[in-house]
């Protein structure tokens, strides 16, 4: 089995997490130390993909 380091996709550090081959997060918050932001992503087959929230929208009245 191998295993990498999952990266931050905003800075491209490493986090303090690791990702086998058969590991599957859905909706994962993943943290980063360094740059101190929080970002949700889906990994399958160390394929890691990054989740866009949309925007909150002001409410009109």
């Not at 491209?12 to 360094?34: M, S």
């Not at 740059?35 to 929208?57: F, G, R």
Request: hydrophobic fraction near 30%; aromatic fraction near 4%; charge should be positive.
């Amino acid at each position: 089995m191998s295993e990498e380091w999952i990266l931050c996709p905003i800075c491209g550090n490493k986090t303090r997490n690791k990702c086998r081959e058969d590991t599957i997060l859905i909706n994962y918050p993943l943290y980063c130390p360094k740059c101190k932001k929080e970002t949700l992503i889906n990994a399958k087959d160390l394929h890691i993909t990054v989740i866009k929230e949309p925007d909150a929208k002001t409410q009109s009245r």
